[in-house]
């Protein structure tokens, strides 16, 4: 049986990339065989005309991942814009079953499995006919969420707002990770505790700027993640 994660955000840009490459390489330097998938990836870079899925690189790269960073992700396209209408523009809708069968497959092949999500918590995949969001996926694949978050001023607002919307769908979220925080700013260390207290929930690692390794035991961060 394997276990996964689901990396959402308080937004696009927040570091759910930066951060889930920290996640998976804490787990396999303590000989975890982790992994990492993507359901859709859009703004692809294009470099001598190979299409490069730049998130799956990365944490391929950061975390010594050996597979070839195009296997990690079911859906990825060029246009730089949310899932739905890069999937719309290029002519190629998401569905949801390919996303579980290539879920699967990552089961087969990894025992700890982190998925990063697109954007933030409201993030459409499909708006044709039909109706998919990521919270729909989320639940497909049941799993339970981490949320990155900016230690910067405003992040308490997105925090709680992003927690309240993920709970009212009905997904457990366990906890929130703070990215770009510096423990020698006040507002840091308070922006942690006031989020911990109306969240109710653990910051379960904080994450600096430029930082290498996650400081977090990697035995801690395995009880996040769940049975799949
Ligand atoms: N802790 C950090 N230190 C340095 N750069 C970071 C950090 N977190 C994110 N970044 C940078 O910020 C940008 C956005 O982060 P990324 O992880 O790609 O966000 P997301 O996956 O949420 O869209 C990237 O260029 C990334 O390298
Ligand atoms: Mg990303």
């Known amino acids: ?97 390919v996303i579980v069968a290539d879920f699967a497959k990552a089961k087969q092949h990894f025992d700890y499995i982190t998925v990063e999500g697109c954007g933030g918590i409201v993030c459409p995949l499909r708006l044709d006919e039909q109706t998919l969001l990521q919270t729909d996926i989320i639940k497909l694949l049941n799993l339970d969420v981490l949320i990155v978050a900016s230690a910067e001023l405003g992040t308490i607002n997105s925090v709680v707002l992003t927690i309240d919307y993920a709970r009212n769908q009905g997904i457990v979220v366990k906890g929130i990770i703070l990215n770009k925080y510096d423990d020698s700013k006040f507002l840091h260390r308070d922006n942690k505790q006031v989020i911990e207290r109306l969240t109710q929930l653990p910051v379960v690692a904080c994450v600096g700027t430029n930082a290498t390794d996650l400081a977090m035991d990697a035995k801690i961060l395995c009880e996040y993640y769940k049975e799949v």
């Open 1 to 97: 049986m394997s276990k996964g994660i689901y990396i959402t955000a308080t937004g696009t840009d927040i570091g759910k990339t930066y951060v889930t490459g920290l996640l998976v390489k804490l787990l396999r330097n303590s000989g975890i065989n982790a992994g990492y998938y993507k359901p859709a990836l859009s703004g692809a870079a294009v470099v001598d005309g190979e299409v490069i899925p730049g998130d799956c690189k990365f944490v391929a790269d950061t975390a010594g991942l050996t597979d070839q960073p195009h296997t990690l992700a079911s859906y990825i396209y060029k246009t730089a814009v949310s899932p739905h209408l890069a999937a719309q523009m290029e002519n190629r809708p998401i569905e949801p079953v």
